[in-house]
């Protein structure tokens, strides 16, 4: 059994997560509600504050990343560092800051999104920073300490969150949590690192 730090865990995306990850400790943290800690992914004091008071811990799982949409010529700055500031840097410093804390050999899950292979109209910036990440998890994995793992998953939209998603996504063909719940449980349990898992219909 794991002790995993799973961020976003009252979200669709993090319920699915959690339906993968029943075979380990997880302490849940988020922006807010009930979860065990509360952490802004935005804020690197408030990363490390999570880090220090967990201690031990063996995996971190993440699913959340605030994007704004808007079309490209309509997307203000302050959009893009929204963007930019949650699902880009706010991932990358879970794992920058993580790393001085993760157990050996343990492993970082981050999220990016299937809209920087199938892009949408006024998804540009949730497009842009989904395959930073992605490229990001691919090259960083051969610079991790201690024999850290990190993939991140990238799924379509979720059966359960259609209703909100699925009148900007004609064409798209949801999955259940369940089979995002495996993409997550492949990466915590498994020994891959450096790979995007694709979870798409």
Not at 98 to 109: C, K, N, P, R, V
Not at 118 to 134: L, Q, V
Not at 143 to 156: F, G
Not at 169 to 188: I, N, T
Request: hydrophobic letters at 45%.
């Amino acid at each position: 059994m794991k002790t995993v730090i799973l961020i976003g865990a009252l979200g669709k995306m993090g319920q699915a997560a959690l339906s993968g990850l029943g075979n380990h400790k997880v302490i849940t943290a988020g922006r807010s509600g009930d979860v065990d800690h509360i952490v802004d992914i935005t804020n690197e004091q408030s990363i490390r504050a999570l880090y220090e008071t967990v201690g031990h811990f063996d995996a971190v799982v993440n699913t959340v990343g605030l994007c704004e949409y808007a079309s490209f010529a309509e997307m203000t700055e302050a959009q893009w560092m929204t963007t930019v500031m949650s699902k880009m840097m706010g991932q990358i410093n879970l794992v920058r800051i993580g790393q001085e804390y993760i157990a050996d050999a343990g492993s970082f899950t981050l999220i990016s999104g299937i809209l920087n292979k199938k892009p949408i109209p006024y998804a540009i910036a949730d497009a842009t920073t989904s395959g930073a990440i992605d490229t990001f998890v691919q090259c960083v994995s051969l610079e991790m300490p201690r024999n850290t793992r990190i993939n991140v998953v990238n799924p379509t939209v979720l059966v359960e969150a259609w209703d909100v998603y699925g009148e900007m996504m004609p064409g798209f063909e949801p999955v259940p949590s369940a089979l995002v719940g495996k993409a997550f449980e492949r990466s915590v349990d498994g020994f891959i690192t450096g790979e995007v898992i694709v979870v798409d219909a």
